[in-house]
């Protein structure tokens, strides 16, 4: 436990799945807050608070969880965030920070701020870390370790706030950018939410396929495909919402990307090797520069031409 004072005197998790009770185990580890209090909507989540010792409070009273809390951190997912901020909204302290864990920003931050009073600060977050696991059971204190937490506040957010909320993500061991909320969604639409859409897809194909035996996609399941299999097991409902949340952006991408799998199709057909080979070329030189700046994720640069084929 560090000796720096608390960031936060009364920290409020609500949603306590792989997002939520890392954070209550990272701010216990690292002595960020004096009391913890756990809520959601399942009792059954609530007793494994209680079992595993990770809050001080564990109630699915959302009312009394925030009740002079100095912080609240919604972990839900994409589709609940406006359910609960509206139960929570009349019960928040006057200049208490108010946040979550969103991976979608754009419809998280409006389906929150018809609800908020004008004496909260609203910094909308996204921990760009996380596993294919969900519940209580599933984190871990270092899970935001040397990642990425994205802000997405608005312009005119109080100066102090921000800078105790920061203080915050990096007592956690993040690295903290800000961002608007629209381009967020543009860029991890384009490093998560296609790619798992992608990993979704072939793993259902694979299943589908009636000359290819389930037992043969298993025994069979090396390299590539494995990895796509560990990403298609994440939560079901956490990425429906993504999805239906991030639909704009989403669905922008997938348009590029299909087309770009298009090209790739033709140059297959026509047996158009270097065309096959440029793309994989530049694609190895990709996964290089992320390894060499220490990353395991890239944002792609938006303001260049596609200029690829
Ligand atoms: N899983 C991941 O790798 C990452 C997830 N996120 C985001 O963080 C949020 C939480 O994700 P996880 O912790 O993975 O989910 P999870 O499925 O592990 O936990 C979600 C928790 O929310 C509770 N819940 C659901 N509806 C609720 C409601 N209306 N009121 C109160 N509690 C409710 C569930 O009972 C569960 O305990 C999501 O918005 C997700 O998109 C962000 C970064 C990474
Ligand atoms: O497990 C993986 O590969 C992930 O990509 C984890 C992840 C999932 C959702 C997010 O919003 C951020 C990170």
């Not at 972990?75 to 108010?98: M, N």
């Not at 194909?205 to 796509?228: H, M, N, P, Y």
């Not at 994440?234 to 348009?255: C, H, Q």
Request: proline share 5%; net charge negative; hydrophobic share 45%.
């Amino acid at each position: 436990m560090s000796d720096a004072p608390f960031l936060f005197d009364r920290l409020c998790v609500i949603g306590i799945g792989l997002i939520g009770s890392s954070i209550l185990r990272a701010a216990r580890s690292y002595g960020l807050s004096r009391t913890l209090v756990a809520a959601d909507l399942s009792q059954k989540v609530i007793g494994r608070v209680e079992e595993l010792g990770i809050a001080d409070v564990a109630t699915t009273d959302f009312g009394a969880a925030v009740t002079d809390a100095d912080c609240v951190i919604l972990c839900v997912p994409s589709g609940a965030f406006g359910v609960v901020t509206e139960i929570i909204a009349p019960h928040l302290k006057p200049g208490a920070v108010i946040s979550d864990s969103g991976s979608v920003k754009g419809a998280v931050v409006a389906q929150m701020s018809p609800f908020l009073p004008s004496g909260v600060h609203f910094i909308p977050a996204h921990p760009v870390a996380g596993t294919e696991h969900s519940g209580p059971d599933a984190g871990f204190a270092e899970l935001f370790e040397n990642r990425w937490c994205i802000f997405t506040p608005a312009e005119n957010i109080d100066a102090e706030a921000l800078a105790r909320y920061r203080a915050f993500w990096e007592r956690l061991g993040s690295k903290v950018e800000r961002m608007t909320p629209e381009h967020h969604d543009l860029v991890l639409a384009v490093t998560s939410h296609v790619p798992h859409l992608i990993a979704y897809n072939i793993v259902g194909t694979a299943d589908d396929l009636e000359t290819v035996t389930q037992s043969e996609v298993i025994k069979f399941s090396a390299g590539g495909f494995r990895d796509f299999t560990r990403i298609a097991a994440s939560d079901p409902t956490m990425w429906r919402d993504v999805f239906l949340n991030n639909k704009k952006a989403v669905l922008e991408v997938l348009g590029r990307f299909s087309e770009d799998l298009a090209y790739l199709q033709r140059a297959i057909r026509w047996g158009e090797g270097d065309k096959l080979f440029d793309l994989f070329t530049r694609t190895r030189a990709v996964r290089r520069s992320i390894i060499d700046q220490g990353q395991e994720t890239a944002a792609p640069d938006f303001g260049r031409p596609h200029g690829k084929h």
